[in-house]
């Protein structure tokens, strides 16, 4: 809020004993409504009437869940996605043009379904199975080497395997099972966090046998790229470790390969798809990896991003934050491009945590510290008033997944999660789903549906919406020209978008 904001604020405060509470009272809300995030956006007449009909869709679904007891963002996601499914508003976010999507996991970005149905009925496929019930893949022509993974049996080929089964629809389910968290009962199946950060990280390493075969990981991406399009977004930024991706024959390619095929198949996307602006990788490591091997990934990152300006956006450290190294205790690694005059943006998960006063816990100061361009998840922000306030200062964004926060323990019910208190600031946010396969989802709609009905509470209305998809390509690391285009392609959906809901009114109503 602009500092004559407050002097009026102040100045009203101190005449309140002269003033009728009513006006008074008028004032104040509106002063609350206008620092809301999207509070000082003018709608169009046409917004408007959308904006009225969707308030109305919005108040008739909350009604029908205090009447219930059965309101989405109150309950876990596994069996709140039944009812966001029929909901009505949730059928019109799916149509919204949403912008960006700021922060998604590499072996994340495809539904399951595809990899069961697809990759693993591919030739040369191998399986092995744990002693805990999980599950690796190969592919390999001949058989795999020796030896086996720990643990694991031997290698069996999996069209073999399947001709032996009696129910192969049951199989394959069992196979979708190790591929995400989703289970009838979460809070018994995931007892606390670090329980089911073990269970979320086994889960990439199953799929990743799938994925770092060369021609899967080509089209996984691909398709990745289409169900994010097909959710009614227009550019995304992945955060990917780029693993070696192998052949059949065992031949393995490294980062600049993985980075280049990204750049390739972003580009064949976009000339299937000419509204589609593009993806941008974000290289990450480990964070529970020693300060001599983050030293080795800030470097390859440095000439990753020389190699592919267009393509590599930045860097970023991935894992269970209060299990691995803060960003001070690698602060030897992370000002390496600082002291060798080299432009390595950051794009740091800090306060993915609901620990205080810990190390980790001050990780949002200091990514702003090591001048972050975002803040993924940011979720201890509002715990630390100066961070919070360096934050707005210098424009940083909160990446927000607000179904990921869930998922992992942070939050129970989403109305409680502390971006309600951001979004009343209007402080900068974008919306983000994190890891939408592990967790059931799809696209970034069920991360809006969460925040428009739940965090944002029934202020949230078009113009919240309108902002943070605004939001979300102005804190994208396109560039200022490629921004320019980008906006004027969302502009155009959006205008669509408003006017084939305006001329639905009469057939909905």
Request: hydrophobic share 40%; net charge negative.
């Amino acid at each position: 809020m602009k500092p004559q904001a407050d002097w009026l604020v102040f100045l009203v405060l101190s005449l309140v004993p002269l003033c009728l509470p009513i006006p008074l009272r008028d004032f104040l809300m509106e002063q609350e409504n206008v620092r809301r995030t999207g509070g000082n956006l003018v709608l169009g007449k046409w917004e408007e009437q959308v904006n009225e009909y969707l308030i109305s869709l919005k108040k008739m679904e909350v009604a029908k869940a205090r009447e219930t007891g059965y309101f989405p963002p109150s309950m876990h996601f596994f069996r709140a996605k039944g009812f966001i499914d029929q909901s009505a508003v949730f059928s019109i976010l799916k149509r919204m043009p949403k912008g960006a999507v700021l922060h998604l996991h590499d072996y994340a970005i495809l539904s399951v379904d595809w990899l069961v149905h697809n990759a693993t009925y591919l030739p040369d496929c191998y399986i092995c199975f744990t002693h805990v019930g999980t599950v690796q893949f190969k592919f390999s022509k001949p058989h795999p080497p020796s030896p086996v993974p720990q643990d694991c049996s031997e290698w069996v080929l999996l069209e073999t395997y399947r001709k032996q089964l009696h129910n192969i629809s049951e199989f394959d389910n069992s196979l979708l099972k190790n591929m995400t968290l989703v289970t009838d009962n979460p809070e018994l199946t995931y007892p606390t966090q670090a329980f089911i950060w073990r269970r979320f990280e086994n889960v990439f390493f199953t799929v990743s046998g799938l994925i770092c075969y060369a021609p899967v990981f080509k089209a996984y991406f691909y398709q990745g790229l289409l169900e994010i399009y097909e959710d009614n977004i227009q550019y995304v930024e992945i955060r990917a470790l780029l693993p070696p991706v192998y052949e059949l024959d065992g031949t393995q390619y490294n980062e600049s390969w993985s980075v280049a095929t990204y750049q390739k198949v972003t580009r064949q996307f976009v000339k299937d798809h000419p509204d589609f602006i593009g993806a941008k990788i974000i290289f990450t490591t480990h964070r529970k990896q020693n300060v001599t091997e983050i030293k080795k990934a800030v470097y390859k990152a440095m000439v990753l991003r020389a190699t592919f300006p267009d393509t590599l956006a930045g860097f970023d450290l991935v894992g269970y934050e209060d299990e691995g190294h803060s960003l001070w205790d690698l602060k030897d690694a992370l000002t390496i491009p600082y002291s060798l005059r080299v432009h390595l943006p950051y794009f740091f998960h800090a306060g993915e945590t609901d620990w205080q006063g810990t190390s980790v816990d001050n990780n949002v100061l200091d990514a702003l510290l090591f001048n972050t361009s975002r803040i993924g998840h940011g979720f201890a922000l509002i715990k630390h008033s100066v961070a919070k306030n360096l934050s707005l200062k210098m424009d940083v964004p909160i990446e927000l997944c607000p179904i990921s926060n869930q998922v992992l323990l942070l939050v129970s019910d989403l109305r409680s999660h502390p971006a309600a208190e951001l979004m009343a600031e209007g402080h900068p946010i974008v919306v983000s789903p994190d890891d939408p396969s592990v967790f059931g989802s799809k696209g970034v709609s069920y991360d809006f549906y969460e925040v428009f009905m739940g965090i944002g509470g029934m202020r949230a209305d078009l113009r919240t919406l309108k902002q943070l998809a605004l939001n979300s390509l102005k804190y994208s690391s396109l560039l200022p020209e490629e921004k320019a285009q980008a906006k004027q392609v969302w502009q155009k959906k959006w205008d669509q978008f408003i006017a084939d809901l305006s001329n639905a009114f009469p057939r909905e109503l």
